[in-house]
């Protein structure tokens, strides 16, 4: 007697369309040409590597989460103070008649 598990039962093959047996091969389209052109000039796929490794590090905001968020609330603070004011100027102005 053996140790080994039973086979598995035969599974019939699946007869797939030509379609997907054989694609067609990928659209040549603009951006696919654009990046052939930089994987053939090596100082652009060099740049192209230093970009992606930029865009790799830790941001500030993962750095320091405080001083990001402490920031964020001002900036939106100002920036909702500035659109009310203005829009408070623009009705005072359209009700003076100066609009």
Known sequence: M????PPS???ARVDLPDWM?????PRRTLGRRL?????????????RRRIWAWQGRTRFGERH???AA???FVFVAVT????VV??????????QGRI
């Open 2 to 5: 053996s140790d080994a598990p």
């Open 35 to 47: 990046s052939d052109l930089v994987d053939g000039v090596p100082a652009l796929a060099v740049a």
């Open 65 to 67: 989460p405080t001083v």
């Open 9 to 11: 039962p035969h599974r």
């Open 21 to 25: 047996r054989n694609p067609e091969p």
């Open 86 to 95: 203005g829009m408070l100027y623009l009705a005072w102005a359209i009700r």
């Open 70 to 72: 402490i920031g964020s």
């Open 80 to 83: 909702a103070t500035l659109l």
